[in-house]
């Protein structure tokens, strides 16, 4: 047989097996899929997440960064950091410790509740310090975007959607479970379910904060976190920001309560409080704010909803950004849900047009 035949005949061959092969990864995808979105039970909150579009090569991407231009934005004032391409990479706000990273898509879905997606390349951090004009010429900075960019480690979105409906658990090195689907609180004597359910209620164990104070778990709430136990879960016990015992605690830190985390200190505004200006006997003392332009995913969003409450902000929930019909989508832990929800039950979970939690939103605040 001549060389050249002998070639043709080599890569006919191997051209045989790349397409064995592909075909027989595109038969265990299709299964893959298959066992999880037909197991007989209600999707979970990230059933359906797309897997990444491109593989967690952390090394390829540090070597593929190249120079970066870090340019400076208003309102709010920010860092926006864009590629060699004119793509933007990460954004970083002053004063806050949340940034967003561009990364593999992902869609976020809940069919039981809502026919909406959330598709996107959004992948939200905490970094170590707040951010501030300069920061990317720090040494703690060049480590954190170095570990990173480019990284499909569990962000916030990752760890919100552990607590949705039928999320799998998993437990810590002491045997505790910490993460896994979550409930809103116990029913009480008129079978409503109960708030003021946190995060170590939800883990079965007691926490000593920083103040000293140590809170100890109710028995009938394990396994349950309200609107901002749930924020103080997802952000502070799993991302590691600093968690306050009350809403009175002093330093920094998130408080216990929406109300607390709207009005106190940790954060900056983005979506100001603004006072109606009623004061006689107020239906609702804030307004809703005229543009919701500013918000990026990650934002906390706050809404006044209950009058019997007073005045003060009564739920809260994480921006999620466009779904993909275009609106404003969010989750969080409420009651009719039973837990966290991106979905609709109780409301829309949506912050534009005239639903139900989009008429009471009234502020958003980046920690």
Not at 55 to 81: C, F, I, N, Q, S
Not at 155 to 166: E, H, K, P, S, T
Not at 281 to 308: H, T, W
Request: contains cysteine; charged residues 25%; positive net charge.
């Amino acid at each position: 047989m001549s060389p050249k035949k002998r070639r043709s005949k080599i890569r006919t061959a191997l051209n045989t097996a790349v397409l064995v092969a592909l075909l027989a990864t595109s038969g265990w995808l299709t299964v893959e899929m298959r066992q999880r979105t037909d197991n007989g039970r209600l999707p979970a909150l990230g059933s359906l997440q797309a897997e990444p579009t491109t593989p967690d090569d952390t090394a390829g991407a540090k070597a593929a960064a190249g120079r970066m231009t870090y340019l400076r934005l208003a309102h709010p004032a920010r860092t926006v950091v864009r590629d060699t391409d004119g793509e933007v990479v990460a954004t970083f706000t002053d004063g806050a410790r949340t940034a967003v990273l561009t990364g593999p898509g992902r869609t976020f879905a809940e069919p039981r509740t809502t026919r909406a997606t959330v598709v996107t390349d959004s992948w939200v951090r905490l970094l170590p310090r707040a951010w501030a004009k300069g920061a990317e010429q720090q040494k703690w900075f060049a480590s954190w975007f170095h570990q990173y960019r480019g990284s499909t480690a569990d962000d916030v979105f990752a760890i919100a959607l552990q607590y949705g409906d039928g999320a799998k658990p998993a437990k810590n090195a002491l045997g505790q479970r910490f993460r896994g689907d979550s409930q809103f609180g116990p029913v009480d004597v008129v079978n409503q379910r109960k708030e003021q359910s946190d995060f170590y209620d939800y883990l079965g164990t007691s926490w000593k904060f920083k103040d000293g104070l140590r809170e100890t778990p109710e028995k009938n709430k394990y396994g349950a976190l309200d609107c901002s136990g749930f924020v103080r879960m997802v952000y502070g016990y799993r991302s590691g920001y600093l968690l306050n015992a009350t809403d009175t605690s002093t330093g920094a830190g998130l408080p216990r309560t929406a109300n607390g985390i709207a009005t106190g200190k940790p954060g900056l505004p983005i979506l100001p409080l603004v006072k109606t200006g009623n004061t006689r006997n107020p239906l609702y003392y804030y307004a809703r704010p005229s543009s919701i332009d500013a918000l990026q995913p990650g934002d906390l969003v706050f809404f006044e909803m209950d009058k019997r409450t007073g005045i003060r902000l009564d739920h809260m929930a994480i921006y999620l950004g466009l779904d993909t019909d275009g609106h404003a989508r969010f989750i969080s832990s409420r009651k009719e849900a039973n837990g966290p929800t991106l979905g609709d039950l109780g409301g829309d979970s949506r912050l534009d047009g005239d639903g139900f939690y989009a008429k009471w939103l009234r502020s958003a605040k980046r920690i």
